[in-house]
């Protein structure tokens, strides 16, 4: 089965950087595709960007894309989110997700971690 576990999250000022990882287990890469999500206090979960692991593809929102990327390192199992030109906005609580498939609802996601923009 597939275990993600997320880091890298934190304070950064407006126009930062700063890259999360998704380090993941039981594999994770065999699924169709990995996406990062993010939710702030009180709203809906939100679509960030997702890659299909046996191609490499990606896909963003629009709210981000241009200014974030997600790298992958298939010997370490894990995938990132490099976030570029941060703004206040972006702060929420980013989550990273798995899919069997390259259509349909993620089905194992991890925990969570909190990144907060200054402005």
């Known amino acids: 089965q597939v275990q993600l576990v997320e880091s890298g999250g934190g304070l950064v000022e407006a126009g930062g950087s700063l890259r999360l990882s998704c380090a993941a287990s039981?594999?994770?890469?065999?699924?169709?595709?990995m996406g990062w999500f993010r939710q702030a206090p009180g709203k809906e979960s939100e679509f960030v960007a997702q890659i299909i692991c046996s191609s490499g593809l990606t896909g963003y929102a629009s709210s981000v894309k241009g200014r974030f990327t997600v790298p992958r390192d298939n010997a370490k199992s894990t995938v990132y989110l490099q976030m570029n030109n941060l703004k206040p906005e972006d702060t929420a609580v980013y989550s990273c997700?798995?899919?069997?498939?390259?259509?349909?609802?993620?089905?194992?996601w991890g925990q969570g971690t909190q990144v907060t923009v200054s402005s």
């Open positions: 997700a798995a899919s069997p498939a390259s259509f349909g609802a993620y089905q194992y």
């Open positions: 039981g594999r994770a890469f065999s699924s169709a595709r």
